[in-house]
Nanobody, 121 residues
Framework: QVQLVESGGGLVQAGGSLRLSCAAS????????LGWFRQAPGKEREFVAA????????LYAEPVKGRFTISRDNAENTVYLQMNSLKPEDTAVYYC??????????????WGQGTQVTVSS
C-alpha cells in the first residue's frame, strides 16, 4: 500500500510558476512509476505527466510539453512537478498517482487527495 500526499498548490498569476510535490509513504522507492493528473471544474480528470521508476523516462501531455517538468527523488520518496509559464487553463486540482506497471501504461492504482492550482489572468 502507498500513501501519497500532494503539496505546493496555490494561486499564481498567468506566466508564473509553481512546484508541486508529492510525498509517498509505505511501499515506495522505485517500486512504482509515478504520474500527475489534473481535474478542472466540470471536466474529466486528465493525464499531465509520468515518470519511470528510475526517473530516466518521462511522458507529457501535449498541453504542458515544454512548460512542465516531472522529476523524482527516490531517496526522499518524492515526485515533483515544476510548472512554468502557467496559463488560466492550467487551473485544476492536481493529483499524483502511483503505477506498478510501466510509466507509459495507464495502471494507476494509488492516488493522493489533490492540491488546488489556480492561475489568474
Amino acid at each position: 500500500q502507498v500513501q501519497l500526499v500532494e503539496s505546493g498548490g496555490g494561486l499564481v498569476q498567468a506566466g508564473g510558476s509553481l512546484r508541486l510535490s508529492c510525498a509517498a509513504s509505505g511501499r515506495t522507492g522505485s517500486s512504482y512509476a509515478l504520474g500527475w493528473f489534473r481535474q478542472a471544474p466540470g471536466k474529466e480528470r486528465e493525464f499531465v505527466a509520468a515518470i519511470s521508476r528510475g526517473g530516466g523516462y518521462t511522458l507529457y501531455a501535449e498541453p504542458v510539453k515544454g512548460r512542465f517538468t516531472i522529476s523524482r527523488d527516490n531517496a526522499e520518496n518524492t515526485v515533483y512537478l515544476q510548472m512554468n509559464s502557467l496559463k488560466p487553463e492550467d487551473t485544476a486540482v492536481y493529483y499524483c498517482a502511483a503505477n506498478p506497471s510501466a510509466y507509459n501504461s495507464n495502471n494507476y492504482i494509488h492516488w493522493g487527495q489533490g492540491t488546488q492550482v489556480t492561475v489568474s489572468s
